[in-house]
Protein backbone atom coordinates (compact mmCIF):
# COMPACT_ATOMS: atom_id res chain seq x y z
CA UNK A 1 0.00 0.00 0.00
CA UNK A 2 1.21 3.62 -0.75
CA UNK A 3 0.62 6.67 0.61
CA UNK A 4 1.63 9.65 -2.11
CA UNK A 5 1.93 13.13 -1.73
CA UNK A 6 2.29 15.98 -4.28
CA UNK A 7 4.84 19.20 -4.03
CA UNK A 8 5.15 21.85 -6.71
CA UNK A 9 8.44 23.73 -5.90
CA UNK A 10 10.65 25.96 -8.14
CA UNK A 11 12.68 24.38 -10.63
CA UNK A 12 16.23 23.62 -9.95
CA UNK A 13 17.14 23.87 -13.93
CA UNK A 14 19.13 26.00 -16.32
CA UNK A 15 16.63 29.45 -16.79
CA UNK A 16 16.16 29.81 -20.67
CA UNK A 17 17.86 33.04 -22.22
CA UNK A 18 16.52 36.53 -21.38
CA UNK A 19 13.54 37.53 -23.15
CA UNK A 20 12.67 34.15 -24.19
CA UNK A 21 9.63 32.57 -22.96
CA UNK A 22 9.60 28.95 -21.76
CA UNK A 23 6.84 26.55 -20.32
CA UNK A 24 7.54 23.60 -18.07
CA UNK A 25 6.11 21.76 -15.32
CA UNK A 26 8.39 20.58 -11.85
CA UNK A 27 7.21 17.97 -9.92
CA UNK A 28 8.04 16.69 -6.00
CA UNK A 29 6.32 13.84 -5.25
CA UNK A 30 7.04 11.95 -2.03
CA UNK A 31 5.70 8.32 -1.62
CA UNK A 32 5.34 5.82 1.55
CA UNK A 33 5.14 2.31 1.18
CA UNK A 34 4.13 0.27 3.48
CA UNK A 35 4.23 -3.49 4.10
CA UNK A 36 2.51 -5.31 7.17
CA UNK A 37 0.88 -2.43 8.48
CA UNK A 38 4.01 0.44 9.62
CA UNK A 39 6.61 -2.82 10.58
CA UNK A 40 8.52 -2.01 7.18
CA UNK A 41 7.94 1.49 5.78
CA UNK A 42 10.32 2.23 2.72
CA UNK A 43 10.23 6.36 1.72
CA UNK A 44 10.87 7.77 -1.79
CA UNK A 45 10.66 11.29 -2.61
CA UNK A 46 10.79 11.81 -6.20
CA UNK A 47 11.31 15.04 -8.60
CA UNK A 48 10.27 15.22 -12.25
CA UNK A 49 11.09 17.66 -15.10
CA UNK A 50 8.19 17.50 -17.51
CA UNK A 51 7.18 14.23 -16.78
CA UNK A 52 10.40 13.26 -16.59
CA UNK A 53 12.10 11.43 -13.28
CA UNK A 54 15.01 13.41 -12.77
CA UNK A 55 16.28 11.93 -8.89
CA UNK A 56 14.79 10.45 -5.84
CA UNK A 57 15.82 9.52 -2.42
CA UNK A 58 15.26 5.99 -1.11
CA UNK A 59 15.18 5.27 2.28
CA UNK A 60 15.82 1.88 2.13
CA UNK A 61 19.40 3.40 0.25
CA UNK A 62 20.03 6.32 2.72
CA UNK A 63 20.79 8.47 -0.11
CA UNK A 64 19.67 10.38 -3.62
CA UNK A 65 19.94 8.82 -6.81
CA UNK A 66 20.42 10.79 -9.73
CA UNK A 67 18.35 9.67 -12.91
CA UNK A 68 19.50 11.96 -15.34
CA UNK A 69 22.92 13.96 -15.73
CA UNK A 70 20.44 16.77 -15.13
CA UNK A 71 20.74 16.08 -11.50
CA UNK A 72 23.59 14.63 -10.88
CA UNK A 73 25.25 18.14 -9.45
CA UNK A 74 22.16 18.73 -6.81
CA UNK A 75 22.13 15.09 -6.00
CA UNK A 76 26.03 14.98 -5.21
CA UNK A 77 25.40 18.02 -3.22
CA UNK A 78 22.72 16.47 -1.00
CA UNK A 79 24.63 13.48 -0.33
CA UNK A 80 27.17 15.03 1.52
CA UNK A 81 25.25 17.07 3.48
CA UNK A 82 24.86 14.54 6.61
CA UNK A 83 22.10 16.77 8.34
CA UNK A 84 20.08 16.77 4.78
CA UNK A 85 20.14 13.17 4.78
CA UNK A 86 19.58 12.61 8.61
CA UNK A 87 16.42 14.46 8.19
CA UNK A 88 15.36 12.83 4.99
CA UNK A 89 15.54 9.46 7.11
CA UNK A 90 13.80 10.86 9.90
CA UNK A 91 10.56 11.53 7.18
CA UNK A 92 9.89 7.23 7.41
CA UNK A 93 8.50 7.82 10.97
CA UNK A 94 8.03 11.61 10.91
CA UNK A 95 5.65 12.12 7.92
CA UNK A 96 4.97 8.06 6.30
CA UNK A 97 4.18 6.38 9.79
CA UNK A 98 2.20 9.71 11.44
CA UNK A 99 0.20 10.56 8.28
CA UNK A 100 -0.44 6.06 8.62
CA UNK A 101 -1.56 6.59 12.43
CA UNK A 102 -3.58 9.81 11.35
CA UNK A 103 -5.53 8.14 8.90
CA UNK A 104 -5.83 5.52 10.84
CA UNK A 105 -7.80 7.21 13.24
CA UNK A 106 -9.83 10.03 11.50
CA UNK A 107 -11.24 7.76 8.41
CA UNK A 108 -14.13 5.67 8.12
CA UNK A 109 -12.42 3.15 5.40
CA UNK A 110 -8.95 4.40 5.52
CA UNK A 111 -6.24 2.79 2.56
CA UNK A 112 -8.90 0.75 1.09
CA UNK A 113 -6.14 -0.89 -0.71
CA UNK A 114 -5.35 -2.77 2.46
CA UNK A 115 -8.55 -4.94 2.30
CA UNK A 116 -7.34 -8.16 1.62
CA UNK A 117 -7.03 -8.86 -2.02
CA UNK A 118 -9.70 -11.63 -3.52
CA UNK A 119 -8.48 -13.09 -5.96
CA UNK A 120 -10.43 -13.72 -9.79
CA UNK A 121 -11.01 -17.42 -10.82
CA UNK A 122 -12.04 -18.20 -14.16
CA UNK A 123 -13.17 -22.37 -15.12
CA UNK A 124 -12.25 -23.09 -18.84
CA UNK A 125 -13.59 -26.03 -20.61
CA UNK A 126 -11.63 -28.51 -22.13
CA UNK A 127 -11.74 -28.41 -26.07
CA UNK A 128 -9.86 -30.58 -28.68
CA UNK A 129 -9.62 -31.61 -31.72
CA UNK A 130 -8.67 -29.24 -35.30
CA UNK A 131 -11.50 -27.61 -34.81
CA UNK A 132 -10.52 -26.39 -31.11
CA UNK A 133 -7.93 -24.06 -31.65
CA UNK A 134 -5.22 -22.82 -29.24
CA UNK A 135 -7.14 -20.21 -26.25
CA UNK A 136 -6.04 -16.32 -26.46
CA UNK A 137 -5.79 -15.30 -22.55
CA UNK A 138 -6.03 -11.75 -22.06
CA UNK A 139 -4.63 -9.60 -19.05
CA UNK A 140 -4.97 -5.58 -18.67
CA UNK A 141 -3.44 -3.37 -16.33
CA UNK A 142 -4.51 0.00 -16.21
CA UNK A 143 -4.41 3.39 -14.00
CA UNK A 144 -0.41 2.65 -12.83
CA UNK A 145 1.74 5.25 -12.84
CA UNK A 146 5.40 5.67 -13.56
CA UNK A 147 5.77 3.58 -16.46
CA UNK A 148 7.83 1.18 -15.01
CA UNK A 149 5.77 -2.44 -14.84
CA UNK A 150 6.25 -6.34 -15.10
CA UNK A 151 3.47 -8.06 -16.50
CA UNK A 152 3.81 -11.95 -16.45
CA UNK A 153 1.60 -15.73 -17.27
CA UNK A 154 2.62 -18.29 -14.32
CA UNK A 155 1.61 -21.98 -15.52
CA UNK A 156 1.57 -23.60 -12.28
CA UNK A 157 4.18 -21.39 -10.62
CA UNK A 158 6.65 -21.16 -13.93
CA UNK A 159 7.23 -18.81 -16.07
CA UNK A 160 5.55 -18.50 -19.29
CA UNK A 161 7.56 -17.71 -22.11
CA UNK A 162 6.53 -18.88 -25.39
CA UNK A 163 3.22 -17.70 -26.84
CA UNK A 164 3.24 -14.41 -24.79
CA UNK A 165 2.90 -11.10 -26.63
CA UNK A 166 3.14 -7.62 -24.75
CA UNK A 167 0.90 -4.72 -26.44
CA UNK A 168 1.91 -1.14 -26.61
CA UNK A 169 1.75 0.98 -23.27
CA UNK A 170 -1.10 3.35 -23.85
CA UNK A 171 -1.62 6.65 -22.05
CA UNK A 172 -4.70 7.27 -20.34
CA UNK A 173 -4.74 10.88 -20.80
CA UNK A 174 -4.09 11.36 -16.29
CA UNK A 175 -0.47 10.14 -16.24
CA UNK A 176 -1.77 6.39 -15.72
CA UNK A 177 -0.75 3.70 -18.83
CA UNK A 178 -2.41 0.71 -19.81
CA UNK A 179 -0.90 -2.50 -20.83
CA UNK A 180 -2.22 -5.43 -22.54
CA UNK A 181 -0.82 -9.11 -22.43
CA UNK A 182 -1.70 -11.52 -24.55
CA UNK A 183 -1.00 -15.22 -23.70
CA UNK A 184 -1.81 -18.32 -26.44
CA UNK A 185 -1.75 -21.57 -25.25
CA UNK A 186 -3.27 -24.92 -25.90
CA UNK A 187 -5.86 -26.49 -23.00
CA UNK A 188 -4.52 -30.57 -22.69
CA UNK A 189 -6.75 -30.71 -20.04
CA UNK A 190 -9.73 -27.89 -17.85
CA UNK A 191 -7.97 -25.85 -15.91
CA UNK A 192 -8.68 -22.82 -13.35
CA UNK A 193 -6.89 -19.57 -13.97
CA UNK A 194 -6.22 -17.13 -11.31
CA UNK A 195 -4.88 -13.34 -11.38
CA UNK A 196 -3.21 -12.44 -8.32
CA UNK A 197 -1.14 -9.53 -7.47
CA UNK A 198 1.19 -8.59 -3.79
CA UNK A 199 0.03 -4.77 -4.75
CA UNK A 200 -3.41 -3.78 -5.46
CA UNK A 201 -3.54 -0.16 -6.46
CA UNK A 202 -3.60 -0.75 -10.08
CA UNK A 203 -6.52 -2.30 -11.45
CA UNK A 204 -6.20 -5.53 -13.44
CA UNK A 205 -8.83 -7.27 -14.77
CA UNK A 206 -8.55 -11.10 -16.38
CA UNK A 207 -10.91 -11.13 -19.74
CA UNK A 208 -10.82 -14.87 -21.60
CA UNK A 209 -10.91 -15.90 -25.17
CA UNK A 210 -12.30 -19.39 -25.30
CA UNK A 211 -13.27 -19.33 -29.07
CA UNK A 212 -11.68 -17.50 -31.98
CA UNK A 213 -12.96 -16.74 -35.55
CA UNK A 214 -11.22 -19.83 -36.72
CA UNK A 215 -13.82 -21.81 -34.47
CA UNK A 216 -16.74 -20.40 -36.66
CA UNK A 217 -15.11 -20.93 -40.13
CA UNK A 218 -14.07 -24.27 -39.07
CA UNK A 219 -17.85 -24.97 -37.89
CA UNK A 220 -19.11 -23.33 -41.12
CA UNK A 221 -16.93 -25.82 -42.95
CA UNK A 222 -17.77 -28.94 -41.47
CA UNK A 223 -21.83 -27.91 -41.74
CA UNK A 224 -20.97 -27.07 -46.02
CA UNK A 225 -18.98 -30.77 -45.31
CA UNK A 226 -22.32 -32.51 -44.22
CA UNK A 227 -24.61 -30.58 -46.70
CA UNK A 228 -22.21 -32.03 -49.25
CA UNK A 229 -22.22 -35.05 -47.90
CA UNK A 230 -25.95 -35.74 -47.89
CA UNK A 231 -26.26 -34.49 -51.41
CA UNK A 232 -23.93 -36.98 -52.84
CA UNK A 233 -26.35 -39.50 -50.85
CA UNK A 234 -29.21 -38.30 -53.01
CA UNK A 235 -27.15 -38.53 -56.06
CA UNK A 236 -25.36 -41.51 -55.68
CA UNK A 237 -28.55 -43.39 -54.82
CA UNK A 238 -30.63 -41.86 -58.22
CA UNK A 239 -27.67 -43.45 -60.26
CA UNK A 240 -28.11 -46.71 -58.28
CA UNK A 241 -31.85 -46.57 -58.91
CA UNK A 242 -30.97 -45.52 -62.79
CA UNK A 243 -28.70 -48.70 -63.09
CA UNK A 244 -30.63 -51.27 -61.26
CA UNK A 245 -33.80 -50.11 -63.63
CA UNK A 246 -31.93 -50.49 -66.35
CA UNK A 247 -30.41 -54.22 -65.80
CA UNK A 248 -33.73 -55.84 -66.06
CA UNK A 249 -34.31 -55.21 -69.89
CA UNK A 250 -30.75 -57.08 -70.49
CA UNK A 251 -31.20 -60.19 -72.05
CA UNK A 252 -28.95 -63.47 -71.47
CA UNK A 253 -27.75 -64.33 -74.57
CA UNK A 254 -24.35 -64.72 -75.76
CA UNK A 255 -24.69 -62.47 -78.52
CA UNK A 256 -26.71 -60.00 -77.53
CA UNK A 257 -27.21 -56.31 -78.20
CA UNK A 258 -27.50 -53.31 -75.99
CA UNK A 259 -30.92 -52.89 -75.50
CA UNK A 260 -32.71 -50.05 -76.56
CA UNK A 261 -36.11 -48.21 -75.91
CA UNK A 262 -38.60 -48.97 -77.69
CA UNK A 263 -42.47 -46.87 -78.86
CA UNK A 264 -44.00 -44.87 -75.84
CA UNK A 265 -45.98 -47.54 -74.78
CA UNK A 266 -42.76 -49.30 -72.97
CA UNK A 267 -42.36 -52.12 -75.24
CA UNK A 268 -38.86 -53.37 -76.09
CA UNK A 269 -37.32 -54.66 -78.76
CA UNK A 270 -34.50 -57.17 -79.05
CA UNK A 271 -32.68 -59.82 -81.02
CA UNK A 272 -30.44 -62.74 -80.43
CA UNK A 273 -28.76 -65.19 -82.32
CA UNK A 274 -31.44 -67.83 -81.55
CA UNK A 275 -34.31 -65.35 -83.27
CA UNK A 276 -36.36 -62.20 -83.39
CA UNK A 277 -38.49 -60.86 -81.54
CA UNK A 278 -41.07 -57.74 -82.01
CA UNK A 279 -44.23 -55.74 -81.31
CA UNK A 280 -47.19 -57.53 -82.76
CA UNK A 281 -48.67 -56.38 -85.61
CA UNK A 282 -51.93 -54.39 -85.50
Sequence with gaps: MSLDVLFVSPPRIPLPPKGRETHFLYQEKAECYFYNGTQRVRHLYRSFYDRQEIDYFDSDLGKYVAVTPLAQPDVDKWNRDEQWLQYNKASVDSFCRHNYEVNMKTTSDPFSPLRPFQAH???????????????????????????????????????????????????????????????????????????????????????????????????????????????????????????????KG?????????????????????????????????
Design 121 to 247: RHHLPHQDGPCFPNTILLCTATGFYPLKIEVQWLKNGQLEEEGVAFGEELQNGDWTYQLQVMLETHLEAPITVQWGGPDPPAQVRLLLLPQSPFLQLCQEQTLDGIMGAVIGVAFLAVGLFSYLKSK
Design 250 to 282: ESGGAGGEIVGRGPYRGGLSSSSAGGQEGLPDE
